[in-house]
C-alpha cells in the first residue's frame, strides 16, 4: 500500500521569497513520484516527476523537488514565488510496475502575498 | 495537440437519478483514467481503462462504472445518485508505454452537483 502525506494545508509566502512545499510517501516498492497544480476550476497540470534518473527534478515554472530515500521524502521548492504561483499543489505517488493508478496527497494551497 | 475534453463541465442531479460523464482522450493516447475530488476526501482513484478493458479498480461501490471505446473515449456512469457523490470527476490520460513514469494529462473535470 502506499500514502501520501503533504505537511501544511495551507502555506503563504510573500512575493519573492522561498516556496516550500513538503511530500512524505510511504511506498513498499521503488516509487514513482509526481507534482501537481491546480489552479481553480481546473483540472491538474504535471509540475514534474521523479523517474528514479536523477534526485533533483526540475519543472516548469520555476519548481524543483528533491528525492530523498532515507526521509521519504519529495519536497517541491521554488526560489522565489510569484504572485501567478497561487493554487492547491498536489503530490503523488505510484507504484510502478505498468500502474497508472495515482494515490495523492490531501494538497497544500498556496497564497502569495504581495 | 487538443488536450483532455470532459462534458459535460457541470451538471446537477437530484437523488436517486443516475448521470454519465465523457471524457475523450489526448490523440493517439490508450489509458483513461478517472478520480473523484472532493473536499472532504481528496483525490481518489476510481478505475482505469485501457484497450476498452478496465485495469485497474479504486475503492468505490458498484454504482460507479466505466467502459471505454475502440476509440479510447470513455465514459463513466453514477447510478443511484447519492449527496455524497457531489464531486469534481476529473479523466486523465496517458500514452502508456507500458512504463508508470508516463505523464497522465488531466481534463478540466465535470463538477457533478446532487441535490
Known amino acids: 500500500a502506499q500514502s501520501v502525506t503533504q505537511l501544511g494545508s495551507h502555506v503563504s509566502v510573500s512575493e519573492g521569497a522561498l516556496v516550500l512545499l513538503r511530500c512524505n510517501y510511504s511506498s513498499s516498492v521503488p516509487p514513482y513520484l509526481f507534482w501537481y497544480v491546480q489552479y481553480p476550476n481546473q483540472g491538474l497540470q504535471l509540475l514534474l516527476k521523479?523517474?528514479?534518473?536523477?534526485?533533483l527534478v526540475k519543472g516548469i515554472n520555476g519548481f524543483e523537488a528533491e528525492f530523498k530515500k532515507s526521509e521519504t521524502s519529495f519536497h517541491l521548492t521554488k526560489p522565489s514565488a510569484h504572485m501567478s504561483d497561487a493554487a492547491e499543489y498536489f503530490c503523488?505517488?505510484?507504484?510502478?510496475?505498468?500502474?497508472?493508478?495515482?494515490?495523492f496527497g490531501k494538497g497544500t494551497k498556496l497564497s502569495v502575498i504581495p | 495537440k487538443a488536450g483532455v475534453t470532459q462534458t459535460p463541465r457541470y451538471l446537477i442531479k437530484t437523488r436517486g437519478q443516475q448521470v454519465t460523464l465523457s471524457c475523450s482522450p489526448i490523440?493517439?493516447?490508450?489509458?483513461v483514467s478517472w478520480y473523484q475530488q472532493t473536499p472532504g476526501q481528496g483525490l481518489q482513484f476510481l478505475f482505469e481503462?485501457?484497450?476498452?478493458?478496465?485495469?485497474n479498480k479504486g475503492n468505490f461501490p458498484g454504482r460507479f462504472s466505466g467502459r471505454q471505446f475502440s476509440n479510447s473515449r470513455s465514459e463513466m456512469n453514477v447510478s443511484t445518485l447519492e449527496l455524497g457523490d457531489s464531486a469534481l470527476y476529473l479523466c486523465a490520460s496517458s500514452f502508456s508505454s507500458g512504463v508508470s513514469t508516463d505523464t497522465q494529462y488531466f481534463g478540466p473535470g465535470t463538477r457533478l452537483t446532487v441535490l
Open positions: 490523440s493517439g493516447h490508450r489509458s
Open positions: 521523479y523517474t528514479s534518473a536523477a534526485t
Open positions: 481503462y485501457f484497450s476498452e478493458t478496465q485495469r
Open positions: 503523488a505517488v505510484s507504484s510502478g510496475a505498468g500502474s497508472y493508478q495515482l494515490t
